[in-house]
């Protein structure tokens, strides 16, 4: 597919950089020079220096052409006007990252008078994601899928654990629970596995099931099970107002650090129920005086990674059960870590992931538009997706035990009329069925790419 995206920051490089890698043709358009030769030094895409409102530039890119256009400046206004410039000039497809809190009630009637096929907002999922992450403060990372019935959460093998050394068949067996296990870190590899896996410290589970099966999990491995219920949070940028809006929602107490004090006044204004302080999050000594130790959870948002990770670190030593870090650059990976801070939030990579669901529909013409959820696990090397079944779907009513699967596929779950469904061998597929499968180290553009050889 031609695709084109306009703005070259960190929302659009990353978008460019898993684009480019699933071999779709990919033109950048920028005003900033600097933008366009990093860019260009790092990925093998086409670059053009320019204006992505100008008629000219988009037509230089080659609109006309385009299957897609991806409107990701740092202007909303920019964005919906790009977009709905280039359908005009014969884009088939268009993407726009709008992220004011004001248009958040305008979407739907946005979409449809502009002829926007997506909206992004980086931040509200970025805080949406922390949100579910302080729901279970001893997972690091929980995602939905089909609405919210399914739940995925990942979690490490502790050294004194009730899993370690155990078989997930053994775990099974004494647990009775209707969840699937349907993925493993181990050593940097992901393992979709069997019943004789045996779990070994610091190893990373995957865990998938309805949110009262995982609880009940969760509460048989002797992890806490309730969510925090204060939250310390550094940086007031769209991210910060979103998450404290998410977390008065569940009733969790926030006290909020921003170094601005215009922002502290706007943020004031719009979240009565947070506690907002105009100071410095870095300094050591304001957050003693503010007893940042004695909150369940930190939360470090700040614009700068850097800055969230020093912040991140002292919140960890300082005894903190859970905390969460906003980090985009992927070279911090191992020193994250080496320091036992597990939940980390990449706005950028969180919305590339969106996109490229979105793009790998388009790109089928079978199943167009039936992925309804995706993520990726470890950075990219897994993934875990929400499929709506059509009626080109293979082997509808047949049980899974008659069908032949491809290797590092499992389907891990199954809604139906408002029921979900963790699969066994008996169970099977139904055109208008709300499929969730993980995959590992495997493309998925259709629910059809499970099956081996047509699937028998």
Not at 78 to 104: F, Q, W
Not at 183 to 194: L, M, T
Not at 303 to 330: C, F, H, M, Q, W
Not at 403 to 426: D, L, M, Q, T
Request: with cysteine; aromatic share 8%; net charge negative.
């Amino acid at each position: 597919m031609k695709i084109i995206i306009v703005g070259g920051g960190k929302v659009g490089q990353a978008t460019a950089k898993h684009l480019s890698g699933e071999g779709h043709d990919i033109v950048l358009i920028d005003k900033n020079f600097e933008h366009i030769q990093r860019i260009s030094d790092r990925l093998d895409i086409m670059c053009v220096k320019g204006n992505g409102l100008r008629t000219g530039v988009l037509i230089d890119a080659g609109v006309a052409d385009a299957d897609l256009i991806i409107a990701t400046t740092s202007s909303d206004e920019v964005n919906m006007l790009c977009c709905l410039t280039a359908k005009r000039l014969g884009a088939k497809h268009t993407i726009a990252r709008i992220r004011d809190p004001e248009y958040s009630e305008e979407l739907n009637t946005l979409k449809k008078e502009m002829g926007l096929d997506m909206i992004v907002n980086p931040e509200r999922e970025a805080a949406a994601e922390i949100a579910r992450v302080l729901r279970f403060p001893n997972a690091i990372n929980v995602e939905t899928f089909v609405d919210g019935k399914v739940e995925m959460v990942s979690f490490r093998i502790k050294d004194d654990g009730i899993m370690n050394g155990q078989s997930i068949s053994s775990i099974m067996s004494r647990m009775k629970l209707s969840i699937i296990f349907c993925a493993v870190v181990h050593n940097g590899s992901v393992i979709i596995p069997d019943g004789n896996y045996v779990a070994r410290t610091d190893d990373l589970f995957y865990v998938i099931g309805e949110p009262p099966e995982v609880y009940k999990f969760f509460k048989y491995i002797k992890r806490s099970t309730s969510s925090s219920k204060s939250a310390f949070v550094v940086g007031g940028g769209r991210i910060a107002y979103y998450l404290c809006s998410f977390l008065s929602e569940v009733g969790i107490g926030v006290k909020l650090i921003e170094i601005n004090k215009d922002k502290c006044y706007e943020l004031n204004e719009v979240l009565s129920d947070c506690v907002i302080i105009n100071g410095d999050g870095s300094d050591a000594e304001l957050l003693e005086e503010e007893d940042m130790s004695s909150f369940e959870s930190v939360v470090t948002i700040t614009g700068r990674d850097e800055e969230n990770l020093l912040i991140a670190l002292y919140a960890s030593r300082a005894g903190v059960p859970k905390v969460v870090a906003k980090i985009n650059r992927t070279n911090y990976d191992e020193i994250i870590e080496s320091f036992g801070i597990d939940s980390i939030i990449s706005p950028k990579n969180i919305t590339a992931v969106q996109i490229i669901g979105f793009v790998r529909a388009m790109n089928n013409s079978i199943d167009y538009a039936n992925i309804e959820a995706m993520y990726h696990i470890v950075d990219g090397k897994a993934e875990a997706l929400e499929f709506l079944a059509n009626d080109k779907t293979l082997y509808l009513g047949v049980p899974f035990k008659d069908i032949k699967f491809k290797k590092n596929f499992i389907v891990a779950a199954i809604e139906r009329n408002g029921r979900v469904i963790i699969p066994s061998g008996n169970d099977f597929i139904l055109k208008g069925d709300s499929v969730v499968l993980v995959s590992g180290n495997t493309r998925v553009t259709a629910l059809n790419d499970v099956f081996e050889n047509g699937g028998r």
